[in-house]
């Protein structure tokens, strides 16, 4: 008669699980049923991960990429671009990439600071901003347009009045997967999703009979994905009181 284990069980230690570019392009290619891969299928099968990386962006699926950045805005400032949109150190030199301000996906919040507090500004569309006669009108900017171009630019009504800071967080392109030895600027979480994106999109090209069940588990895990990729944050329920007069 066997004794039973009343050892302590022994568990991993480490929590570093991610791929780099070579192990995604295989588990994509086995799920499509295919072993061996040739140069071009390498080539063709990371430049489908950055298209995949970009489809996420146009989905809204890079909640991660958000970095807070702040500018100063002087009086008489209508709007900013280039490398007004990024921080500088205390010397006055940039701290990022001269062309780091085209990265920049959108603004989703941003205050106008002073020496008397941070003021939360109203994101405005171009219709709007465009409808204001009078641009050059001055006082604390209260609303702001950014303009997606290639060289993003904020546009702000009114114009400031006296020296800001202009404090926002901005969605960021993510990073492109160049090298197959990287690893992809993405939480572990998506992995499953990535993968499975990129199954999907081999499928298109080398497996067209797995072309619908890899979409539909494609499917499936970006749904999963995105409702992960939401900010979460506690509310309060006030109950209404209503007002009786006699």
Known sequence: MSSLNTGTPSYSSTAGFILDLDSLIEEAFERCGLQDRTGYELKTARRSVNLLIAEWANRGLNLWTIQQREATVTAGTQSISG?????VDAAG??????????????????????????????????????????????GRPAQYYFERTILPKVFFFPAADSTYTFKYYA???????????????????????????????VSMKYAPDRIQILKAVYDEEFSRAAAADVEKASYSMVPRQTLFFE
Request: charged share 15%; glycine share 4%; hydrophobic share 35%.
């Open 171 to 201: 969605s960021l392109r993510m990073t492109d997967i160049n090298q197959y030895t990287k690893n992809a600027q993405i939480p572990f979480r998506f992995l499953p999703c990535l993968v499975a994106g990129l199954a999907y999109y």
């Open 93 to 138: 030199n940039a701290t990022t990439d001269a062309n780091d301000s085209s990265q920049i996906i959108d603004i989703d919040t941003a205050v106008m600071s002073n020496s008397n507090g941070d003021f939360s500004m109203t994101k405005i569309g171009r219709s709007t901003y465009l409808d204001y006669t009078v641009k050059t009108t001055q």
């Open 83 to 87: 490398t007004t949109l990024y921080s």
